[in-house]
């Protein structure tokens, strides 16, 4: 289910993931003698810079870049995709390594260059049911040693370029209410009317009513909107970016419908592996209030009256 580039061995023998320059990088990836021929800027993202690299031996890396103090976004990433490929039900690229590089002034991260390709007829479908195998799989690996089920990830994250709060919790809807809306809220609070501020207080206070304790802790991708779903070089569903943590599936569900949605064949498919809980659509617009709210503090008032609209549901 991985794309595997010829560097996995390679990687699997390096412990920690981080250097100190880019040059360093490549070297304890292919040895002294491979270097980087070219870079093609790739389009599409609004937070990084993306480039395919040619290297002297003629193969492609894939290098997200940004300033220095991007350190920290990449390292995270790093873990997102390294847990995601673990479970291994669907296609995810392989991150190589990240770091950061004083004298080029960028922090940058590594992974394989996944080439595109025409999609497959049942790409939707096959997207649906890797979509369910992974959170149909343990997630205790991500707490070993720490009892039961829990949510949250081994580190924090990030949302976009917002900080994603992932302290372990043995509450679903406790987890939902600290590390997603409660973040959120108080980065949008010098923005908000007091009225506004007192309604999300009162859905704070009665989360628990909206929100009921999964069966299991699923791992999420956490971002999986259509714009962090490539097709790779077999025609199938590639996810990627991810904001990752052990989270109620239905959380994941909600997102893929935020931003135009996926087709029915995809949750047909998905049902086909995992039932989706009938009284989900009661939930989905609560779960994407913590995506709304992330836009708008990310990017302005535009955002305000949809996060007024979901708000005004759940606590009139």
């Not at 009317?193 to 859905?203: I, T």
Request: proline fraction near 7%; charge should be negative; glycine fraction near 8%.
């Amino acid at each position: 289910m991985h794309y595997i580039s010829q560097t996995s061995e390679r990687t699997a023998m390096n412990k920690d993931p981080f250097y100190s320059s880019l040059s360093q990088a490549l070297e304890a990836l292919y040895g002294p003698k491979i270097g980087i021929l070219s870079g093609k800027r790739i389009f599409g993202g609004d937070i990084n810079t993306a480039e395919r690299l040619t290297l002297s031996d003629g193969s492609f890396l894939f290098m997200k870049s940004n300033a220095l103090s991007g350190e920290a976004m990449f390292r995270a990433e790093f873990a997102g995709l390294t847990a995601l490929r673990r479970i291994g039900a669907l296609p995810v690229p392989e991150p190589l390594c990240c770091g950061r590089d004083t004298d080029r002034g960028i922090s940058f991260l590594l992974m394989e260059y996944v080439s595109p390709a025409p999609r497959r007829k049942d790409y939707w479908e096959e997207l649906g049911r890797g979509l369910a195998l992974l959170h149909r799989a343990d997630t205790s690996f991500l707490h070993e040693g720490i009892p039961g089920p829990l949510y949250g990830f081994p580190e924090n994250n990030f949302i976009g370029s917002s900080s994603q709060i992932n302290a372990w919790k043995d509450s679903w809807s406790g987890f939902f209410a600290a590390c997603r809306l409660e973040p959120q809220i108080r980065m949008a609070a010098s923005s908000l009317p007091e009225s506004v501020l007192r309604a999300f207080s009162a859905l704070l206070e009665r989360l628990d009513r909206y929100l009921p304790e999964p069966d299991f802790p699923s791992l999420l991708h956490g971002d999986l909107w259509s714009g962090n779903v490539m097709t790779g070089p077999d025609g199938r569903a590639v996810i990627m970016d991810p904001a990752a943590y052990a989270g109620s599936l239905e959380a994941d569900l909600a997102m893929t419908a935020l931003f135009g949605g996926f087709p029915e064949s995809f949750y047909a498919s998905y049902r086909e592996v995992t039932p989706i809980d009938p009284s989900y659509r009661d939930r989905k617009d609560l779960y994407n209030l913590y995506h709304l709210l992330n836009h708008l503090n990310l990017f302005g008032e535009a955002y305000y009256y949809d996060v007024l609209a979901v708000l005004r549901k759940y606590a009139p």
